[in-house]
């Protein structure tokens, strides 16, 4: 038998791939079903793969990268859709001991460059127009040896690139050839890094995270104790970093009709009909996607009873959207918000039915959000609020219960460093010398309840530093966002008359006339007036489209929400 990386007891996720593969062999891993429409051309791996066949492209493909000279260690941008290919492809980069470097597309040509240019990759993997743009714009131009494109057609031909078929029959020739052309696939280290991915840039600069084997590989474990997910499940690829996870968990993934970078434009008759056509058990959305599965009449919503869970990450879901996507679902089937970020994922979990029934009423009345207790192994600690770095941990930093503080965390899937970024490494870890552990900073603010449960109240960016009072922005938001005719609100602070002052932003529902927008100001105002933590706020602008992120489509870009109100206020 040839070695492989995912034969070996190394913890890396694509030995749980090769597990399945074992186990359920002719089930399937991932299907691509607009592939199979008329006049729609698939991929050459075609529309849908069994754990068997995914598992044997995938070691080809890492056979084929290694017999092309990309060496165990070496760093490789993909840039790349979701499809048959893309699941493919980076089981077979994992197994190749290749790190992954993974980059939203939509944080910005300067921040893709940027990105590009920290990573140093070796290598460039993309679909042709993402080659093409790396050519023309510079992307990696300082370190990008070789590039594979993903996609044929004229462009793709055109390039100077390998196709990545032709990497898969070069690893299918190395294959034949037994034990002796292997490729010298190695197991590395559990603690390399094994993949670099970038945040999304919603508040500074995004930065790399340096993922190991071992925290990949413990994710895995902890999504699927979380949630109870089981083998012979089926999953919704809506956001295709969650996705990848699927094959590993032994769910089959399905990849919608949609463009996951834009959830908030998403068919909602397409999602609902994947769903049904496939017998879907988990969905994972953003907030923006759930907001256009509840969008209608409740009487017209039909119940998706298929559905064992939806799964939401990214930001705070509103209740009413969570209200109306657990109508939806055949009890005990629940709505899932779970809180973590790209550096630490998952940190927390909590379900529909205590939202709705008991936390929702408090968040109403500004106490922030509660995203849950810890998962198990995660350690939750609130510390004083510092925008200076902590060297080193010491338990005076810790604050009582029910005090808002900054969230800091430790466990198995937390990242050590981001990659190039020493001073982001500085300023976001903490290390406990006693216990070896490195602790991270979340950048949110919150506090911890008797029942050891987390509330988020926002990012410490954000917070609005007045001359006597500090203001968190998910608290007072809280209090606009309960009117009807609000959408969502931002909470951004502006120099004014040689003092800051705190300005709400409000995203109405509609467009609204200005003797509504009025009308509007002054029932909001007085409601903030009723509140201690929101009655210092005077002042409200309406904004037709918050800025949000490209990820999610749910984070809002206050920094640019603040520049443009600091504009308007005089």
Known sequence: ???????????????????????????????DPACRRPGRRAGFLGAGLTFQQLDKVSDELALGLTAIGIAPRTRAVLMVGPGVELFALVFGVLKA???????????????????????????????????????????????????????????GRSLPAISLDAVGRLG?????????GSGGLEPLSPDEPAAILFTSGSTGPPKGAVYTHRILDAQVTMIREMFGIAPGEVDLCTFPLFALFAPALGMSAIVPQMDPTRPARANPERIVGAINAFQVTNLFGSPALLRQLVRGEDSRLERLASLRRVVSAGAPVPARTIERMAARLQPPA???????????????????????????????????VCVGRPVDGIEVRIIRID?????????????????VGEIV?????????????????????????????????MGDLGYLDDHGRIWFCGRKAHRVILADETLFTIPCEAIFNTHSDVYRSALVGVDSGGERI??????????????????LRDEL??????????????????????????????????????????????
């Open 97 to 155: 001991g290749i790190v992954p470097v993974l980059i939203d597309p939509g944080i910005g040509l300067r921040n893709l460059k940027q990105c590009c240019r920290e990573a140093e990759p070796e290598v460039f993997i993309g679909m042709p127009k993402a080659i093409a743009a790396g050519l023309v714009l510079g992307w990696g131009r300082e370190t990008v040896r070789r590039r594979i494109v993903v996609g044929d057609g004229l462009l």
């Open 387 to 403: 925008d200076g770095p902590i060297p080193e941990w010491s338990d005076e930093w810790v604050l009582p219960s029910g005090t």
């Open 172 to 180: 299918r020739e190395v294959r034949k050839q037994g034990p002796a």
């Open 525 to 570: 105002l007085e409601r903030a007036a009723g509140f201690a933590h929101t009655r210092r706020i005077r002042r409200l602008l309406f904004h037709p489209s918050f800025p949000v992120d490209i990820r999610h489509n749910s984070k809002i870009f206050r920094e640019k929400l603040a520049d443009w109100a600091g504009r308007r206020v005089s």
């Open 409 to 441: 965390v430790s466990g198995p899937v937390v990242t050590r460093e981001y990659f190039h970024r020493p001073e982001a490494t500085r300023l976001a870890k903490v290390l406990d010398r006693r216990r070896q552990v490195v602790m991270h900073r």
């Open 1 to 31: 038998m040839i070695p492989t990386f995912a034969s070996t007891d190394a913890p890396n996720i694509a030995r749980w791939l090769a597990d399945a593969a074992n186990r359920h062999p002719g089930t399937l891993a991932v299907e």
């Open 334 to 368: 629940q709505v899932h918000t779970v809180y973590g970020a790209t550096e630490a994922l998952p940190v927390a979990s909590i379900g529909s039915d205590e939202i709705l029934g008991e936390t929702r009423h408090a968040t109403d009345r500004g106490l922030g």
């Open 502 to 519: 705190p300005v709400i932003c409000i995203e109405p529902v509609r467009r609204l006339t200005r003797s509504e927008q009025d009308r």
